[in-house]
Structures are given as structure tokens and as C-alpha cells.
């Protein structure tokens, strides 16, 4: 019996193109600006730092890192010092109201009726937890904040390693059987599922599906039997 819900963001309950086409973007735009302006500030210092690790080069110099960083942005890689970076960015364009975080309508329905029904809702994305945050804190939909009980990034690891999973259930009140991982990417669920979890696979863009995970193509198409 499904007793929690762990959902991936992008591609899951969020449009891939409001992060492709307007998040990568808005960060690509000011992240020179806002590393030389901020690089002194603790945390900002810590995400530089790390940089210079991840590049192997002690050092580095600040336009050194912040090419590592556009770069990585343009090849959508999922390095937790950018994403980190990214989701401190990020915050002043949702405060101006540059751009809302968009969820799918279906997906906030589904959200809901989840809730209604005491199913513990939490959250995995390679997004920082407070890109995460941001996201909910300022969506189409107002703040939905209050539906999640805790929100995790990849300080856990990467969403494709089962390790990352096995973190994961150490924090939560439930066995692996009894949360069920929805994502649209099938190498994400191949890991949830071999820490044990049930997974669901959101296939709303035509990308690779597997016979190894249920699909369905929006949250209209979710059935009771998913619970059970
Ligand atoms: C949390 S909003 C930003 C999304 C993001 O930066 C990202 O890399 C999306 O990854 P996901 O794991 O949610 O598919
Ligand atoms: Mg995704």
C-alpha cells in the first residue's frame, strides 16, 4: 500500500520547456554578473569552490569557473554547484515576477487529491532544494509549499545512482514498497526501483519508456491501483 509520493519536477509536474526556455536562460543571462558580484558571499564562496574541484583546478580563475558554468548550463548538466548556483539566480527573477513556476494542471489536481487523501508528498529534483522551493513558492497556482513535507537534491547523488533512493528512505517514516517515485525519465525510475520503490513513469513528451515501469501520459490517467 502506498503510504508517500517522491516526484521528480521537470518533465513530471513541470512543462520541460518553462525550464529549457525561460530557467536555463534567465541563469545563463546573469550568472557572470551575479558570481563576480557575489563571489565574496559565503554562499556563493562554497559553490565556486566547488567549481574548482568538479574542474579539478584548485586555481581557477572566477571567469575560469563561470565558463565551466555556462557551459554546463548550455549541456543541461545536472553538477550540484550549478544547480545550486542556478537556484540562487533564480530567486530574484520569481520576486520581480520575471516568470511564475509553471505546473501542470492536471499535475496540481493530482497534488491535491493526493494530499486529501493523506498521502505524504515529497520531492526529488536535480533542481537545488530551493530552486525547488522557489518553484512552489511562486507558481501558477500561488504558494503550494504547504503540500510537501521535505524536498531533496542531488546532495543526496544523482537521480539515475539506486544509492541516491536508498538516502532518501533513510529520512522518510516509510519502507521503499511503500513510496512510489514518478518521473519521465526511465533510467531515474530503473534507480528508484532497485531501492525498492514503486515507480510510475509520466510520458507526456514521447521520450524512452520501458515494459520495467507503468506509464501514463498525464495525471487524468492515474488509477487507484497505483496505490495499492
Ligand atoms: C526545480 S526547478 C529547476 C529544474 C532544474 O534545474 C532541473 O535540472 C530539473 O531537473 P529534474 O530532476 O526536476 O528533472
Ligand atoms: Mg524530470
Same mark, same amino acid.
Given at each position: ?25 534567465? +541563469? &545563463? ?11 565574496? =558571499?559565503? &554562499?556563493? +564562496? ?27 548550463i &548550455?549541456? !543541461? ?8 548556483l ?41 533542481g ?32 539515475? =545512482? ?21 518521473? !519521465?525519465?526511465?533510467? =531515474?525510475?530503473?534507480?528508484?526501483k ?10 507526456? !513528451? ?11 501520459? !498525464? ?10
Open positions: 500500500m502506498i503510504k508517500a509520493i517522491l516526484t521528480d519536477i521537470e518533465g513530471t509536474i513541470t512543462r520541460i520547456t518553462f525550464v529549457k526556455d525561460i530557467l536555463f536562460p534567465y +541563469a &545563463a543571462a546573469h550568472l557572470p554578473d551575479f558570481v563576480r558580484a557575489n563571489h565574496a =558571499e559565503p &554562499a556563493v +564562496a562554497e559553490q565556486v569552490t566547488a567549481v574548482r574541484q568538479e574542474l579539478n583546478q584548485p586555481t581557477a580563475t572566477l571567469d575560469d569557473v563561470i565558463d565551466a558554468l555556462l557551459t554546463w &548550455a549541456e !543541461d548538466k545536472k553538477i550540484t554547484p550549478l544547480k545550486q542556478q537556484g540562487l539566480i533564480w530567486q530574484t527573477g520569481y520576486e520581480q515576477g520575471d516568470f511564475t513556476g509553471h505546473l501542470y494542471p492536471d499535475a496540481m489536481a493530482f497534488l491535491n487529491v493526493m494530499d486529501a487523501q493523506d498521502i505524504a508528498l515529497y520531492v526529488y529534483s536535480s537545488s532544494v530551493k530552486a525547488q522551493q522557489l518553484l512552489f513558492a511562486y507558481s501558477d497556482f500561488g504558494d503550494v509549499r504547504p503540500l510537501f513535507k521535505n524536498y531533496f537534491d542531488t546532495k543526496v547523488g544523482g537521480k539515475k =545512482e539506486p544509492q541516491s533512493y536508498q538516502t532518501i528512505l533513510t529520512q522518510l517514516p516509510y519502507h521503499a514498497h511503500e513510496v512510489l517515485f514518478l518521473s !519521465d525519465i526511465v533510467e =531515474e525510475l530503473d534507480a528508484a532497485a531501492a525498492g520503490m514503486a515507480t510510475l513513469q509520466l510520458w507526456r !513528451d514521447n521520450q524512452a519508456s520501458s515494459e520495467q515501469h507503468r506509464k501514463i501520459s !498525464d495525471f487524468e490517467q492515474f488509477d487507484s491501483e497505483y496505490l495499492a
